[in-house]
């Protein structure tokens, strides 16, 4: 009963927060848990038969020993990826991330993936889809090969060599594509217009795709209709859209001139979103990796988080189907009309203030920063 036994772990609760008991000898006091330091939540400690067991509740649950992280990480191990002290962990109130196991300083690299790791346009058009690809006319756009494949890959199952990183993609997506009329309908106006714009644009390339699906025919055995349905689209647009990092590719004969500007990065893409994160990200064409930096630390145990952009929540909810909480770039829309409304008719300065504006792209759907402007202007006159 003496003996020191390893913990175990018990998820529990909404957020699967991590439970980890340990026997400690009654003539000891403590336990080193300096690996813990900052990371406990509530503490315990209840007695069974002269052994005392100290109940922590940690604030996250290490996931890496799930069986599809593990498949993950074998399958990344043999494309040459092997820096993992990045760990999958689940997170109160966020879900899934990656936490460090150990300390990180500034400059230190975060993640590097090898460039077999990335599936981009060019892995698309050298597989069987490539051949499809070059014949058909009208280009696909890069987005469409892309999503093309996603949907092939899901569907053949364990037969894909991509299916490690398939498996631990989201099975459906909080974006706004994703949302009954409904919901949508209570949103602001301007973001409302903005959700059905892009809800139609995705119906749109959906339905242009349709023919070039039908020419896949002879990949399944199945009817292309039941393959590539828009439930599928969708979840494939949701899942580039997304999850991809930004890496410019030379343009290919075989495509449309539209930028083709996407790579999805396996396991690196499990990094979240903060707007406080600072690091520095791209690929390096000396190393042909993917390289993220932190500027900042990140001390051993947290959670690394990565930064999509200076977004506001309504451009976080759109593109990728959540909100920041203490979101310093957070705006709000304010419309032409909304905007004549509240102004003085007798301002002589109206028209020019207004023309002003919209050359500054600050009216109408994308008026992300009138509101602020607006603010400004009234902060300086009180002062």
Request: aromatic share 12%.
């Amino acid at each position: 009963m003496c003996q020191d036994l390893p913990p175990s772990k018990v998820e529990h609760g909404p957020f699967k927060r991590c439970a980890i008991w340990w026997p400690i000898r009654p003539w000891s006091r403590s336990r080193d848990l300096s690996g813990w330091r900052g990371k406990l939540g509530s503490v315990t400690v209840p007695r069974l038969r002269g052994v005392t067991l100290l109940l922590i509740t940690a604030s996250f649950a290490n996931i890496s020993h799930e069986l599809d992280y593990v498949q993950l990480r074998k399958w990344l191990k043999k494309k040459g990826f092997n820096d993992f002290y990045l760990v999958p962990a689940n997170f109160p109130d966020i879900g899934r991330g990656l936490m460090t196991t150990k300390a990180l300083q500034p400059g230190d690299l975060v993640i590097k993936l090898p460039e077999k790791c990335l599936l981009t346009t060019t892995t698309v058009l050298s597989s069987y889809l490539g051949e499809y690809i070059e014949r058909w006319k009208p280009r696909l756009s890069p987005l469409q090969a892309l999503c093309t494949f996603l949907i092939s890959e899901r569907h053949f199952g364990s037969r894909s060599s991509w299916k490690p990183y398939i498996d631990v993609l989201p099975k459906t997506y909080t974006c706004p594509v994703y949302l009954a009329e409904e919901v949508i309908s209570l949103f602001p106006c301007p973001l409302v217009k903005r959700i059905q714009q892009q809800k139609s644009e995705v119906q749109e390339l959906y339905l242009t795709s349709q023919c070039f699906f039908s020419s896949l025919q002879p990949l399944f055995s199945q009817p292309t209709e039941s393959v590539f349905t828009y439930h599928a689209f969708r979840w494939a647009w949701c899942s580039i859209n997304t999850r991809t990092v930004y890496m410019e590719h030379e343009q290919s004969e075989f495509l449309s001139r539209q930028p083709d500007v996407y790579a999805l990065a396996p396991y690196l893409d499990l990094l979240n979103h903060s707007p406080s994160a600072q690091v520095t990200a791209a690929f390096n064409r000396i190393t042909r990796h993917y390289e993220i930096r932190t500027v900042t630390k990140c001390k051993r145990y947290e959670q690394v988080f990565i930064c999509y952009g200076p977004h506001d929540n309504q451009r976080l909810l759109l593109e990728y189907g959540f909100l920041a909480s203490s979101n310093p770039h957070n705006v709000v829309n304010v419309d032409k009309d909304l905007l004549c409304n509240h102004i003085s008719q007798k301002d002589k300065l109206m028209d020019r203030k207004m023309l002003f504006l919209q050359d500054e792209g600050l009216l109408g759907v994308g008026a992300e920063r009138t509101i602020l402007l607006v603010r400004n202007n009234t902060t300086r006159n009180r002062q």
